[in-house]
């Protein structure tokens, strides 16, 4: 006759170990480890100053992947802010707005990345408000590396505001945390109708760990 295995553990207490230990060890993790954040602050290092942006990956994920791409592969170092806007030097526009203009380093343009799908504030909900970042285009489907970032609240700027004739607005992705004087100084800057007479050089952009 076959002698029987015994290994001294009931077969059912067995199969509890068997299931319980992996929920024990699900909850640890769960209870313990930290949480993975849908927000990634930058900092924007440029010749008068700091700005630290909050990226929000989960409401407008294409926007901000493909900004924060530009930041990993540091081709913002070397860029410029180029463009203020201000209430007096656009007269020709009926709809007025307030905002600066930067983008990537130029001798770099052979590694930009494709034009990406607009994120509509309709469908992210990210609205431009004071210190919103927000990608410039001109139509659809166009933004690449160039953003800006707002003075002010600027509804003219969400989907269904006609600063841009096609009434889809533009894609906002993120908001200045600490900064705002140096955006302000930037827009102030002296400049040649909205062309900025010496770009405010953007020095570095790096993400904070």
């Given amino acids: 006759m076959a002698s029987k295995l015994n290994t ?9 170990l068997c299931i319980c230990l992996p929920l024990i060890w699900i909850y640890v993790v769960s209870r313990f480890a930290s949480p993975v954040s849908s927000e ?13 942006v909050r990226i929000d990956t989960l409401r407008a994920p294409v926007t901000a992947s ?28 009926s709809l007025r707005i307030e905002v600066i203009q930067g983008g990537a380093n130029r001798e770099k343009r052979e590694q930009f990345f ?5 994120e509509r504030t309709s469908s992210t ?6 210190g919103t970042i927000s990608m410039a285009r001109s139509g659809p489907d166009t933004a ?36 705002m004087d140096v955006v302000r100084a930037i827009q102030m800057a002296p400049a040649d109708g909205q062309s ?3 770009p405010v050089v953007i020095q570095k952009t790096r993400r904070i760990d």
Avoid: K, W
């Avoid at 001294?8 to 509890?16: A, E, M, N, Q, V």
């Avoid at 494709?114 to 607009?118: H, N, R, T």
């Avoid at 609240?153 to 889809?168: A, K, T």
């Fill in 66 to 93: 493909n900004f924060l791409r530009y930041v990993d592969e540091g081709l913002y170092n070397g860029g410029t802010f180029f463009r203020t806007v201000r209430l007096e030097n656009q007269p020709d526009d």
């Fill in 144 to 179: 690449t590396s160039s953003f800006f970032i707002c003075i002010e609240n600027q509804p003219e700027l969400d989907f269904g505001g006609m600063r841009n004739p096609d009434g889809q607005g533009f894609a906002a992705f993120g908001q200045v945390t600490r900064g």
């Fill in 125 to 130: 909900g990210l609205l431009h408000l004071d």
């Fill in 40 to 52: 990634v602050d930058v900092i924007i290092a440029t010749s008068l100053g700091e700005i630290t």
């Fill in 8 to 16: 001294g553990i009931p077969f059912r207490r067995t199969i509890g």
């Fill in 114 to 118: 494709d034009a990406i799908e607009l």
């Fill in 196 to 198: 900025i007479r010496v």
